[in-house]
């Protein structure tokens, strides 16, 4: 087996890039989902579930280490990453609050007129980071603006199982996993517990469910009108919590990742 694919989404929601390597932090990817868009009156995350055009937004880190905003029918924007003096704002993502620098009223304005309502962008630092979902993993797990852990590996012939099923091929970028793996059966890591890729070690700590998102088309923003892949999901991949497609995963320690290397099931 071989890790065969690298994908990050600097902010949340957003389009995501394709990578060739990659270093990996206490969060994951270095860069991975440390961005977010807001609700200016509640701090509520937004994501493609209530903003489907959110898949037609490129947010790319720029050598300053700041993010480049892009959109067709819109100006790109350069947003320094925010210094120490940056104003704060409370945000909720899922059952988490926390308080984050927010990327200031130049970036507010321009997420703002393309989601069409108050927005704000704001940013994670490592010392702020959310500690992953209760239950699952440890207690120093932590996380960035990814719903509830760090990284999310799909086997590529699990996708190639779902695309029959479904009767279409479906694109990898419409489940936005971080890590895709080549060589392994169909689901093969729904029963893998620790995994190591090239010199790094990760733990698998609980199946991903799926929600509507899946059906936004990634390259064109527009919901499949068949529900699908979700339907074809919850026909038999259905548990408590949902239908699960991927596998959550948490890195320990950093290190790097490099599109090929090998990949171990060690338990």
Request: one cysteine or more; proline letters at 5%.
């Amino acid at each position: 087996m071989r890790l065969s694919a690298l994908y990050r989404y600097p902010l949340k929601s957003a389009r995501g890039e394709t990578l060739q390597q990659i270093g990996l932090d206490k969060l994951g990817l270095q860069g991975d989902r440390r961005w977010m868009l807001v609700d200016e009156a509640s701090g509520r995350f937004l994501t493609q579930r209530a903003v489907a055009r959110m898949s037609q937004l490129s947010a790319l880190y720029n050598q300053q280490g700041g993010l480049t905003l892009s959109a067709t029918g819109f100006s790109s924007l350069e947003v320094p990453l925010p210094d120490a003096a940056a104003a704060l704002r409370g945000v909720t993502i899922w059952q988490d609050s926390l308080r984050v620098p927010d990327a200031g009223d130049e970036a507010a304005a321009w997420v703002s007129e393309f989601v069409g309502k108050p927005t704000r962008l704001v940013q994670v630092p490592l010392e702020r980071a959310r500690s992953t979902a209760a239950g699952y993993g440890r207690d120093d797990d932590q996380v960035a603006f990814a719903d509830g852990f760090p990284l999310l590996l799909i086997g590529q012939a699990s996708l190639e199982d779902l695309s029959s099923r479904v009767g279409r091929p479906l694109e990898m970028l419409r489940f936005r996993p971080n890590l895709v793996i080549e060589g392994s059966q169909a689901y093969a890591e729904d029963q893998w517990r620790r995994i190591r890729i090239g010199d790094l070690e990760f733990r698998v700590v609980k199946p991903c469910s799926r929600c509507i998102l899946t059906t936004i088309d990634p390259q064109t923003g527009e919901r499949s009108a068949d529900r699908e892949p979700l339907a074809t999901l919850q026909k038999y991949r259905a548990q408590a919590d949902g239908a699960m497609f991927g596998q959550n995963l948490v890195n320990d320690g950093p290190g790097r990742l490099q599109v090929g290397m090998p990949v171990t099931v060690l338990e």
